[in-house]
């Protein structure tokens, strides 16, 4: 596709596919089947996988859908579908700690909230603070190392029904990390455009 035309998902994926990651899970489930051709048409030469979440529950729960699709003893990257932004991808694959990239917005109520201490490493995650201690929101992008333990935090929050705001949360799952003695750190990035909140995933792209 044109430049012009693409979708928030196509930038994404060049930047990705451009760095040399060639093998990709989506989790899909409203406009599904226009998102899974879009991206069979433009990026075969990846290894594809569609997994449909049939119901919104959350991040945290589409996440932890694709645990049967991975390798838990490898790290896992979490890019979410609605957000482009700056940032040395293979600095971030490279970087021995798991990291969690963040940006400074002028509010971060409608966000996952991160508590950084004075070495660069999350202290605290909360998801959408009604009175927030710090400005430095979440930006949709996970580099894990330790994925069992992740998932392990997921399927926690999940058994023990554990949302936050109605929704089981991936913000949750990583704060769970953290209280077990996980070391997380930050990615400052450049040039965040959020380009609409979760519930919108491409609804402003025409995807004919």
Same mark, same amino acid.
């Given at each position: 596709?044109?430049?012009?035309?693409?979708?928030?998902?196509?930038?994404?994926?060049?930047? #990705? *596919?451009?760095?040399?990651?060639?093998?990709f899970?989506f989790?899909?489930?409203?406009? /599904? !089947?226009? @998102?899974e051709q =879009?991206?069979?048409?433009?990026?075969?030469?990846?290894?594809?996988?569609?997994?449909?979440?049939?119901?919104?529950?959350?991040?945290?729960?589409?996440?932890? #859908? *694709?645990?049967?699709?991975?390798?838990?003893?490898?790290?896992?990257?979490?890019?979410l /579908? !609605?957000? @482009?932004c700056? =940032?040395?991808?293979?600095?971030?694959?490279?970087?021995?700690r798991?990291?969690?990239?963040?940006?400074?917005?002028?509010?971060?109520?409608?966000f996952?909230?991160?508590?950084?201490?004075?070495?660069?490493f999350?202290?605290?995650?909360?998801?959408k603070?009604?009175?927030?201690?710090?400005?430095?929101?979440?930006?949709g992008?996970?580099?894990?190392?330790?994925?069992?333990?992740?998932?392990?935090?997921?399927?926690?929050?999940?058994?023990?029904?554990?949302?936050?705001?109605?929704?089981?949360?991936?913000t949750?799952?990583l704060?769970?990390?953290?209280?077990?003695?996980?070391?997380?750190?930050?990615?400052?990035?450049?040039?965040?455009?959020?380009?609409?909140?979760?519930?919108?995933?491409l609804?402003?792209?025409?995807?004919?």
């Open positions: 596709p044109s430049h012009d035309t693409q979708p928030i998902l196509g930038h994404i994926m060049d930047h #990705l *596919v451009g760095e040399g990651i060639d093998e899970i989790i899909i489930g409203y406009l /599904g !089947d226009k @998102i =879009y991206l069979t048409e433009n990026y075969n030469q990846c290894k594809l996988t569609f997994v449909i979440q049939t119901v919104g529950k959350g991040i945290g729960h589409a996440v932890w #859908l *694709v645990k049967d699709q991975l390798n838990l003893e490898e790290p896992v990257f979490i890019v /579908g !609605d957000t @482009i700056e =940032y040395d991808i293979k600095a971030v694959i490279a970087e021995d798991s990291m969690i990239g963040l940006r400074k917005v002028d509010d971060p109520r409608d996952g909230v991160a508590e950084v201490n004075d070495s660069g999350i202290d605290r995650l909360v998801e603070p009604q009175i927030p201690k710090s400005n430095l929101a979440l930006v992008i996970y580099k894990i190392n330790e994925s069992e333990q992740l998932f392990r935090c997921l399927e926690n929050n999940i058994s023990q029904g554990i949302r936050s705001h109605g929704e089981y949360s991936l949750d799952a704060d769970c990390m953290i209280g077990q003695g996980t070391p997380l750190k930050s990615l400052k990035v450049d040039n965040w455009f959020d380009c609409g909140r979760k519930e919108t995933l609804e402003s792209n025409a995807l004919s």
